[in-house]
Nanobody, 126 residues
Framework: QVQLVESGGGLVQAGGSLRLSCAAS????????MGWFRQAPGKEREFVAT???????YYTDSVKGRFTISRDDAKKTVYLQMNSLEPEDTAVYYC????????????????????WGQGTQVTVSS
Protein backbone atom coordinates (compact mmCIF):
# COMPACT_ATOMS: atom_id res chain seq x y z
CA GLN A 1 0.00 0.00 0.00
CA VAL A 2 1.38 3.37 -1.04
CA GLN A 3 1.83 5.98 1.67
CA LEU A 4 2.87 9.59 1.22
CA VAL A 5 3.78 11.56 4.34
CA GLU A 6 4.37 15.30 4.18
CA SER A 7 6.30 17.33 6.71
CA GLY A 8 7.86 20.75 7.06
CA GLY A 9 4.84 23.01 7.21
CA GLY A 10 4.43 25.74 9.78
CA LEU A 11 3.97 29.42 10.47
CA VAL A 12 6.32 31.89 8.81
CA GLN A 13 6.39 35.63 8.22
CA ALA A 14 6.01 37.05 4.74
CA GLY A 15 9.33 36.92 2.91
CA GLY A 16 10.42 33.84 4.81
CA SER A 17 11.14 30.32 3.64
CA LEU A 18 9.98 26.78 4.31
CA ARG A 19 11.00 23.42 2.92
CA LEU A 20 8.35 20.75 2.58
CA SER A 21 9.22 17.08 2.33
CA CYS A 22 7.12 14.14 1.19
CA ALA A 23 8.35 10.63 1.93
CA ALA A 24 6.90 7.74 -0.08
CA SER A 25 6.65 4.08 0.79
CA UNK A 26 4.97 0.97 -0.58
CA UNK A 27 5.90 1.36 -4.23
CA UNK A 28 8.88 1.87 -6.47
CA UNK A 29 9.35 5.63 -6.47
CA UNK A 30 11.67 6.56 -9.30
CA UNK A 31 9.41 5.87 -12.33
CA UNK A 32 6.64 8.18 -11.13
CA UNK A 33 6.16 11.91 -11.44
CA MET A 34 5.42 13.67 -8.18
CA GLY A 35 3.36 16.77 -7.65
CA TRP A 36 2.61 19.38 -5.03
CA PHE A 37 -0.84 20.90 -4.72
CA ARG A 38 -2.38 23.29 -2.23
CA GLN A 39 -5.82 24.12 -0.97
CA ALA A 40 -6.77 27.32 0.81
CA PRO A 41 -9.97 27.61 2.87
CA GLY A 42 -13.00 27.91 0.65
CA LYS A 43 -11.00 27.28 -2.52
CA GLU A 44 -10.43 24.33 -4.79
CA ARG A 45 -7.24 22.32 -4.69
CA GLU A 46 -4.75 23.88 -7.09
CA PHE A 47 -1.59 22.72 -8.81
CA VAL A 48 1.70 24.13 -7.50
CA ALA A 49 4.54 22.14 -9.07
CA THR A 50 5.45 18.78 -10.52
CA UNK A 51 8.65 16.89 -11.27
CA UNK A 52 8.78 14.10 -13.80
CA UNK A 53 10.63 10.82 -13.42
CA UNK A 54 13.38 12.37 -15.53
CA UNK A 55 13.60 15.38 -13.23
CA UNK A 56 11.86 17.89 -15.50
CA UNK A 57 9.97 20.50 -13.50
CA TYR A 58 6.84 22.55 -14.08
CA TYR A 59 5.32 25.29 -11.93
CA THR A 60 2.18 27.32 -11.71
CA ASP A 61 2.89 30.93 -12.68
CA SER A 62 2.34 32.39 -9.22
CA VAL A 63 5.26 30.45 -7.69
CA LYS A 64 7.79 30.55 -10.52
CA GLY A 65 11.07 31.96 -9.31
CA ARG A 66 10.11 31.46 -5.66
CA PHE A 67 9.47 27.70 -5.29
CA THR A 68 11.69 24.81 -6.31
CA ILE A 69 10.60 21.19 -6.54
CA SER A 70 13.20 18.43 -6.37
CA ARG A 71 13.40 14.71 -5.73
CA ASP A 72 15.78 12.20 -4.20
CA ASP A 73 14.94 8.79 -5.61
CA ALA A 74 17.30 6.99 -3.24
CA LYS A 75 15.34 8.43 -0.30
CA LYS A 76 11.97 8.16 -2.07
CA THR A 77 11.36 11.77 -1.16
CA VAL A 78 10.16 14.84 -3.01
CA TYR A 79 10.81 18.35 -1.73
CA LEU A 80 9.31 21.79 -2.19
CA GLN A 81 11.60 24.65 -1.28
CA MET A 82 9.48 27.76 -0.81
CA ASN A 83 11.18 31.16 -0.67
CA SER A 84 9.83 34.71 -0.56
CA LEU A 85 6.59 33.42 0.88
CA GLU A 86 3.51 35.59 0.64
CA PRO A 87 0.26 35.54 2.66
CA GLU A 88 -1.45 34.27 -0.49
CA ASP A 89 0.63 31.07 -0.21
CA THR A 90 -1.24 30.13 2.97
CA ALA A 91 -2.87 26.73 2.41
CA VAL A 92 -2.70 23.05 3.17
CA TYR A 93 -0.04 21.58 0.91
CA TYR A 94 -0.39 18.05 -0.46
CA CYS A 95 2.04 15.85 -2.32
CA UNK A 96 0.80 13.34 -4.85
CA UNK A 97 2.10 10.49 -7.01
CA UNK A 98 1.25 10.18 -10.73
CA UNK A 99 -0.99 7.39 -11.94
CA UNK A 100 1.33 6.28 -14.73
CA UNK A 101 5.03 5.48 -14.69
CA UNK A 102 7.55 7.13 -17.01
CA UNK A 103 5.38 10.16 -17.72
CA UNK A 104 7.22 13.32 -18.66
CA UNK A 105 4.11 15.40 -19.17
CA UNK A 106 3.40 18.47 -17.00
CA UNK A 107 0.41 16.93 -15.27
CA UNK A 108 -1.45 19.74 -13.52
CA UNK A 109 -4.83 18.12 -12.90
CA UNK A 110 -5.44 16.40 -9.55
CA UNK A 111 -7.13 13.56 -11.45
CA UNK A 112 -3.77 12.66 -12.99
CA UNK A 113 -2.48 11.64 -9.56
CA UNK A 114 -3.36 8.39 -7.85
CA UNK A 115 -1.98 8.68 -4.33
CA TRP A 116 -2.08 11.63 -1.95
CA GLY A 117 -0.55 12.58 1.36
CA GLN A 118 -2.52 13.85 4.32
CA GLY A 119 -1.35 17.44 3.85
CA THR A 120 0.72 19.89 5.83
CA GLN A 121 -0.40 23.38 6.83
CA VAL A 122 1.57 26.41 5.65
CA THR A 123 0.60 29.75 7.15
CA VAL A 124 2.26 32.98 6.04
CA SER A 125 1.63 36.02 8.20
CA SER A 126 1.82 39.55 6.86
Amino acid sequence: QVQLVESGGGLVQAGGSLRLSCAASGRTFSPYAMGWFRQAPGKEREFVATISWKGNTYYTDSVKGRFTISRDDAKKTVYLQMNSLEPEDTAVYYCAMDRRPFSDLPNRAPSEYEYWGQGTQVTVSS
